[in-house]
């Protein structure tokens, strides 16, 4: 853990192989982080841009793009799980996520088969598996979790998908009968992204819609009390100057949580981070906030809907560019 007494963890939002080899390992011993995420994004600027991946595509001629892909992407993973095992075996997180193809969002069946082989073919068991918070993806995380593989539900912007993760993962840790450990993915930047201009033009102050939304999807997560289930906090990096570069971790730290950030995210918190509980925030604070935002006539509703689908046709976009280039 980062913060022991308040069982926070920080996990790193990125894999590349040189990184793995060097700065991922330091970060590890110095006691930086504790655990790693992944996504299509993330993969796709690995493998298009270091030349690591070289001498390994090399030898996969004979495959198809997305053989190819996962060739790549189980490669990384697995190594990364190796890495981070010692503190996976001392019960101090070390997992590593790996997503599922985003093009199968809407099938559970597919989701869940693929997530199995994935799982079985990286063969650690500090190994998550992603899955969006959709309707199929829901019915997937029960599967998962019922046959004890860890999972990560990813790309939650509304406090149902939230409830609808917790309530899959309760169905299928009972089932299974056992510890399986599980994260609800809270996206927090990208609303104030899409919502500062217009909120500054209205006199509405800005860089707080997203935490507000994630500080109440946090509370209903920690009130369900689902068996190892933890709300982690991610989309956490900062465009631009003006906020500071740890700001999304500063004001997001609770307890029970994990936030997942770009490196220099990680090492500004760690420098520079105020390292003090913020989160619960009363409720009427965050209600004033969203009774501010609906009277300047925007609806908040949507703009959440509009991320949950932004945010899948930016996976699928990230990985049609990996295949494509492979």
């Given at each position: 853990?980062?913060?022991?007494?308040?069982?926070?963890?920080?996990?790193?939002?990125?894999?590349?192989?040189?990184?793995?080899?060097?700065?991922?390992?330091?970060l590890?011993?110095?006691?930086?982080?504790?655990?790693?995420?992944?996504?299509?994004?993330?993969?796709?600027?690995?493998?298009?841009?270091?030349?690591?991946?070289?001498?390994?595509?090399?030898?996969?001629?004979?495959?198809?793009?997305k053989?190819?892909?996962?060739?790549?992407?189980?490669?990384?993973?697995?190594?990364?799980?190796?890495?981070?095992?010692?503190?996976?075996?001392?019960?101090?997180?070390?997992?590593?996520?790996?997503?599922?193809?985003?093009?199968?969002?809407?099938?559970?069946?597919?989701?869940?088969?693929?997530?199995?082989?994935?799982?079985?073919?990286?063969?650690?068991?500090?190994?998550?598996?992603?899955?969006?918070?959709?309707?199929?993806?829901?019915i997937?995380?029960?599967?998962?979790?019922?046959?004890?593989?860890?999972?990560?539900?990813?790309?939650?912007?509304?406090?149902?998908?939230?409830?609808?993760?917790?309530?899959?993962?309760?169905?299928?840790?009972?089932?299974?009968?056992?510890?399986?450990?599980?994260?609800?993915?809270?996206?927090?930047?990208?609303?104030?992204?899409?919502?500062?201009?217009?909120l500054?033009?209205?006199?509405?102050?800005?860089?707080?819609?997203?935490?507000?939304?994630?500080?109440?999807?946090?509370?209903?997560?920690?009130?369900?009390?689902?068996d190892?289930?933890?709300?982690?906090?991610?989309?956490?990096?900062?465009?631009?100057?003006?906020?500071?570069?740890?700001y999304?971790?500063?004001?997001?730290?609770?307890?029970?949580?994990?936030?997942?950030?770009?490196?220099?995210?990680?090492?500004?918190?760690?420098?520079?981070?105020?390292?003090?509980?913020?989160?619960?925030?009363?409720?009427?604070?965050?209600?004033?906030?969203?009774?501010?935002?609906?009277?300047?006539?925007?609806?908040?509703?949507?703009?959440?809907?509009?991320?949950?689908?932004d945010?899948l046709?930016?996976?699928?976009?990230?990985?049609?560019?990996?295949?494509?280039?492979?």
């Amino acid at each position: 853990m980062y913060i022991e007494k308040l069982k926070f963890s920080l996990w790193a939002d990125f894999i590349e192989r040189d990184y793995l080899e060097n700065e991922f390992k330091d970060l590890i011993n110095k006691g930086i982080i504790n655990g790693a995420t992944s996504n299509p994004a993330i993969f796709k600027n690995a493998i298009l841009n270091s030349p690591a991946y070289i001498e390994q595509l090399k030898t996969l001629n004979h495959l198809s793009p997305k053989e190819k892909y996962e060739a790549l992407a189980i490669y990384d993973i697995g190594k990364a799980a190796d890495i981070l095992k010692p503190l996976y075996d001392k019960d101090d997180d070390g997992y590593v996520s790996i997503e599922v193809d985003p093009y199968l969002s809407n099938n559970s069946v597919a989701t869940i088969a693929e997530g199995k082989r994935l799982f079985m073919s990286i063969g650690r068991n500090n190994v998550m598996i992603k899955v969006p918070a959709t309707d199929a993806g829901y019915i997937a995380m029960e599967e998962f979790t019922s046959c004890g593989i860890p999972v990560n539900a990813t790309l939650i912007f509304k406090k149902q998908q939230a409830i609808s993760c917790a309530n899959a993962f309760a169905s299928g840790v009972k089932k299974y009968g056992s510890k399986v450990d599980t994260v609800i993915s809270i996206f927090v930047s990208r609303i104030d992204r899409q919502l500062d201009e217009e909120l500054s033009q209205k006199g509405i102050a800005t860089a707080l819609s997203g935490i507000y939304n994630s500080a109440d999807i946090y509370e209903t997560i920690q009130e369900m009390n689902v068996d190892f289930c933890r709300a982690l906090f991610a989309s956490t990096g900062v465009k631009g100057d003006s906020l500071n570069k740890h700001y999304y971790i500063d004001k997001l730290l609770a307890y029970n949580t994990v936030n997942t950030a770009p490196i220099d995210t990680i090492e500004a918190f760690d420098k520079e981070g105020e390292k003090q509980k913020c989160l619960p925030i009363p409720n009427d604070i965050i209600a004033k906030h969203f009774a501010k935002i609906k009277e300047a006539g925007i609806d908040f509703e949507a703009v959440l809907d509009k991320q949950v689908t932004d945010g899948l046709v930016a996976f699928e976009k990230a990985f049609q560019e990996i295949l494509e280039s492979l």
